[in-house]
């Protein structure tokens, strides 16, 4: 046999045996073989405790204290900005929209909330009282820089 069959037999035969470690990781991950499609987990309930959590970077968009099941965003109505918008946040009590999403994509200060800000999810999320699946390691900027010799 010559040594370009051999080495494509030997790529072949790591190629399979990486296939089916990363098969076993992801069954392990996923509790089914791959060719299944097993149903989700229950969803757990929202963290509804209504305080402000610390953000854990500058610019990070901060979370959604409260539940939001059922809340309707689409292009005519934002249930968010019944207490979240300048005019109701004194009766709310809530914060108001940062005057960051008043802002278009030119720089243009705009009057009503900015249409590339207006779907909240897409950054701020509600939390759950989940385990992480994955170790995490993250340090906060202000712990980094204390622990930094000087």
Do not use: W
């Not at 689409?74 to 940062?98: D, I, W």
């Not at 030119?106 to 992480?132: D, K, M, T, W």
């Amino acid at each position: 046999m010559n040594a370009v069959i051999k080495s494509l037999l030997l790529a072949a035969a790591i190629a399979i045996a990486g296939a089916a470690a990363a098969e076993d990781l992801i069954v392990n991950f996923r509790n089914a073989p791959l060719a299944e499609n097993p149903s989700a987990p229950p969803m757990s309930a929202q963290i509804d405790r209504d305080l402000r959590q610390v953000r854990n970077y500058p610019e990070q968009p901060p979370v959604i204290p409260h539940k939001i099941e059922g809340y309707q965003i689409t292009s005519n109505f934002n249930k968010c900005l019944t207490c979240h918008a300048r005019a109701a946040t004194g009766e709310s009590q809530a914060p108001m929209v940062s005057v960051t999403h008043f802002i278009d994509r030119e720089g243009q200060i705009l009057a009503s909330v900015s249409p590339r800000r207006y779907f909240c999810n897409q950054c701020h999320v509600p939390q759950y009282p989940v385990e992480s699946p994955v170790e995490n390691t993250f340090i906060d900027i202000d712990r980094l820089l204390a622990a930094k010799p000087r």
